[in-house]
């Protein structure tokens, strides 16, 4: 992890005040390229400072108990969402002995992921985090060796590790009187607004260190197990795809600059999705692209909500290791949460 690089203004955090976005005036809107170098690849992650994942495992490991945040790699059988290739097995039987091996094949968003910072681009500028291009991505070095720049590796060397919140949006939302609560479809184009988070967390008496993981529980995997086959298949046959998220607005991205190292759900695509048109960004240009933060979906979250609800306490200790694939797009998270 890298401390900011000197000329910046930094606040209490030690990070430059959300209106100070984007840092260089030319860059794209919100972007805070260079605030660690010109060749990081860290972005947000950065914030896991020693002292920060220290002060978590201190604070959060108390029992032991350790829950997976893991879908299964074919959660999603023959068909996915965003037509991603589904995982397959070969088993190889190693006769005479008896012994055995398997091959693995899935795209890497198939199941639960962390966006990586190769995925998303700023659509109108074309550029990924840092200013990187879809040509430096798909290009060689100088010395004629496949371009790494910005690929998933960079992340694995020491995971995305620390302090994880959940706000059990779903969980909260079905506890509140029908009159007063915001409409949700997770297979709608529907916005979680900022303000039922934040109600969300107060109910919870949850609080909020800088640095944090966030992990919001939309229901979308509570639902998808009430859905037949061909209704899913019939939602799949929509293209784009529609499925309810966090909404895309200002104030959103400013509590997540304010506060987060990574963010994740248990939805498709975290945001509402698709955009509607003329919509001035999407939050995957702004927090990949812009900052580099880490975006998770597809999160298990059932287990983890289940357990925090018992305890009374929506924190945890979070470890993730994304695979060391250099030059990656994106990564199963190989995540646990540790109580």
Not at 85 to 97: M, T
Request: proline share 7%; charged share 20%.
């Amino acid at each position: 992890m890298a401390p900011p690089v000197p000329g910046f203004k930094l606040n209490e955090n030690g990070v430059p005040d959300f209106d100070e976005l984007p840092l260089r005036k030319t860059d794209p809107q919100y972007s805070a390229w260079g605030l660690y170098g010109e060749t990081d690849e860290l972005g947000t992650l950065n914030r896991l400072t020693d002292e920060r994942v220290a002060a978590a495992a201190k604070g959060e490991i108390r029992t032991g108990h350790r829950i997976s945040l893991n879908w299964p790699l074919d959660a999603q059988q023959e068909t996915s969402f965003f037509q991603r290739q589904v995982f397959h097995q070969q088993l190889i039987r190693k006769d005479p002995r008896t012994v055995n091996d398997d091959v693995w094949t899935f795209n890497s968003q198939v199941s639960t992921q962390w966006d990586g910072l190769r995925h998303f681009a700023y659509q109108r500028e074309k550029l990924f985090y840092n200013g990187v291009t879809m040509e430096d991505i798909h290009g060689v070095d100088a010395d004629g060796k496949k371009n790494l720049v910005n690929g998933i590796h960079a992340w694995a060397e020491q995971g995305i590790v620390g302090r994880g919140i959940l706000i059990d949006y779903h969980g909260w939302r079905l506890s509140q009187p029908p009159s007063s609560s915001t409409p949700y479809d997770s297979f709608s184009t529907l916005s979680i607004p900022l303000g039922d988070l934040q109600a969300c967390l107060a109910s919870q008496n949850t609080s909020i260190h800088f640095g944090d993981i966030l992990f919001i529980r939309s229901g979308f995997t509570s639902t998808l197990s009430t859905k037949s086959r061909p209704a899913v298949l019939a939602h799949q046959s929509v293209i784009p795809h529609h499925f309810g998220g966090v909404e895309r607005s200002e104030d959103i991205l400013r509590w997540i600059w304010n506060s987060f190292s990574a963010v994740a759900g248990d939805q498709p695509s975290f945001e509402s999705w698709p955009a509607p048109a003329g919509a001035p960004y999407a939050l995957h240009e702004v927090l990949l692209a812009g900052w580099g933060c880490p975006i998770g979906e597809l999160f298990d979250l059932e287990k983890l909500a289940a357990h925090c609800k018992k305890e009374g306490r929506w924190s945890f200790f979070v470890s993730s290791e994304p695979c060391n694939v250099p030059g990656g797009v994106a990564s199963p998270p190989n995540v646990l949460a540790i109580f």
